[in-house]
């Protein structure tokens, strides 16, 4: 019988999962006006929204999660970027 899991029909597999805390210079909207449109926008970046929390007016908690060759830097920019442009 032969295995199942060799390593020619196996790759790693793992999670990166990232809090962000955004702080704003203006009161932003409720988050339920612009979730989903975030979301949809910063999957094209290998960015996924998994949650988002207003924390004060001008405070944003989020919880991502990440395609392994997204940097820090780069999901910032994503998201931050993203935000201000919606």
């Keep these: 019988m032969n295995p199942l ?3 020619a029909n196996c ?3 793992y999670q990166l999962r990232w809090s962000l805390a955004l702080f704003s210079v203006v ?10 449109d975030l979301g949809a ?8 929204l998994l949650e988002c929390h ?5 405070v944003s908690l989020f919880l991502l999660s990440t ?7 780069l999901i910032v920019k994503s998201v931050k ?4 442009h919606l």
Excluded: I
């Design 41 to 48: 926008a910063v999957e094209n970046d290998g960015v996924r």
């Design 81 to 84: 970027g993203r935000l201000q």
């Design 5 to 7: 899991y060799t390593s």
């Design 27 to 36: 009161d932003l909207p409720p988050a339920e006006t612009w979730k989903a």
């Design 11 to 13: 790759k790693a597999a």
């Design 54 to 58: 207003v924390q004060a007016p001008r």
């Design 67 to 73: 395609q392994p060759q997204v940097s820090p830097p």
